[in-house]
């Protein structure tokens, strides 16, 4: 048993320390991690780091120590329920039903052990001890689970309603605008209006797929594709936010193609979401002047698409999340790009509905990002 995890560690008080050392020899030959402790202090010190349970000669029961181990046992978690096993003598009256009966009982789980003990009985008590120990770590660790979803969840509507309070902003304003205004604002504003139902109603798409997507609802439509002049149509469609006068930033998109046509297997419209999430990414977090390559590969059986980017980059602690639901690189109200963190997620079930891989890469912040998804090519027996 590794010694660097008190948790599964028992802690051993006796009224000598060769007494508490023969009893950690006997339960380290049966694989169990145990440590003696000199004295309530040091029992005490140890138990606050954590331990799976306390074994106890009824000796070192002196009032004072019972008090702090009764105190140290009610700032438990609600999760746990720390055993302690009490080694007593034939005669106990004295200390376990005398003056320490009531400090006894705040121990709540405790197991008396007679003496003599044989050395099986021990090490049986205590794997039974341990065995329902880990029990309990489980839970703490499905409450722990439990409230990080909570935790997401309010977080996520607190998103949502940011994302969807921006462009009713807009319409609500344009409309009143329009009621108020003459014919020459007659051109602007329904434009404005029509842009930002969209957005809404772009939003509203990646909630039911998502939705679809978890519940396993989405079915694909494979076709033979061109996978190039899929990902073209893709670049070309955010060809009007990077380039020409009015673009937002101006971005150099660059599309690299393999000489010969790669043709795979595939659900166009389902495939045309994917590219379109990690392009569309890509730009959202590229600065303006940036340089976003998409590159296309083919090998014997897969295909690979690589989007890069030498944006903000993705820190390493976010990196291993970035396809988990709800998951954002700035988890702030005030972004500047939106987004409800639904898009990677969409594109990693997608994917994987294809029989492909996705990963992410990048150096760290500020140095770019990478997407690279692999595809299994339709085999020319198959296109023929």
Not at 294 to 307: D, N, Y
């Amino acid at each position: 048993m590794p010694r660097d995890e008190p948790d599964q560690r028992f802690l051993i008080a006796a009224p000598t320390g060769r007494d508490a050392l023969l009893t950690c020899a006997v339960l380290e030959r049966a694989g169990l991690d145990a440590l003696a402790c000199a004295g309530g202090d040091e029992l005490h010190r140890q138990a606050t780091r954590g331990c799976a349970g306390l074994v106890l000669a009824e000796e070192v029961l002196v009032p004072a120590t019972v008090a702090r181990l009764a105190d140290l046992v009610a700032a438990q978690e609600p999760w746990s329920d720390l055993p302690v096993m009490l080694l007593t003598g034939e005669d106990s009256h004295t200390r376990t039903r005398g003056p320490n009966a009531a400090l006894l009982a705040r121990l709540g789980n405790v197991t008396l052990l007679e003496r003599p003990l044989r050395p099986v009985t021990m090490v049986s008590a205590v794997r039974a001890a341990l065995r329902a120990r880990r029990r309990q770590y489980q839970a703490r660790q499905m409450l722990a689970a439990q409230a990080e979803a909570l935790r997401q969840r309010d977080e996520f509507l607190a998103m949502l309603g940011h994302e969807l309070r921006n462009p009713l902003g807009v319409i609500l304003f344009s409309v009143d605008v329009l009621e108020r205004g003459g014919p020459e604002r007659a051109a602007r504003y329904p434009a404005t209006i029509r842009r930002q139902a969209r957005h809404l109603a772009r939003l509203v798409d990646d909630l039911l797929d998502v939705s679809r997507v978890t519940s396993g609802k989405i079915v694909l439509q494979r076709r033979p594709l061109a996978l190039g002049e899929l990902l073209r149509r893709c670049l070309e469609a955010f060809e009007p936010r990077t380039h020409g006068l009015h673009a937002p930033q101006h971005q150099r998109l660059e599309l690299v193609l393999p000489a010969e046509p790669t043709t795979l297997d595939g659900d166009e419209v389902r495939l045309e979401q994917v590219f379109t999430n990690l392009i569309g990414n890509a730009v959202k977090y590229t600065p303006a002047g940036g340089h976003i390559t998409v590159t296309l590969t083919h090998h014997a059986t897969t295909a690979e698409i690589r989007i890069s980017d030498d944006g903000v980059g993705i820190a390493a602690d976010m990196l291993p999340y970035v396809f988990d639901l709800f998951a954002q690189a700035k988890r702030t109200l005030d972004r500047s790009q939106g987004g409800l963190g639904v898009g990677l997620t969409l594109v990693r079930t997608l994917v994987q509905l294809h029989a492909g891989t996705v990963e992410a890469h990048s150096a760290g912040l500020g140095r770019g990002s990478e997407f690279v998804v692999q595809l299994p090519l339709t085999p020319p027996a198959a296109r023929a």
